[in-house]
């Protein structure tokens, strides 16, 4: 398992869904489009529409393109 990035701010933080450990699945908070307090991901840097995204839960590293007008949910 990866270490959390050292430049990981619990203040820039990200609702999208962690594509390995998917721990939002079942949560009726995440099921409604709500912001979380459990299942959020830390927001490591982002270009343009493209997020840099770490999730607390199982250190996974990725990438996520947002749709055209910003809608990242």
Known sequence: MLPIDPGADIGRRAWI????????????????????????????ANRGRVLYLQCPSCTHLWEHETPAGGDAA
Do not use: N, S
């Not at 079942?26 to 912001?35: F, I, L, N, P, S």
């Not at 459990?38 to 490591?44: G, M, P, S």
């Open 17 to 44: 869904p962690c594509p390995r450990c998917r721990d939002h699945e079942g949560c009726d908070t995440c099921g409604t489009g709500r912001t979380c307090t459990a299942h959020w991901r830390y927001l490591l």
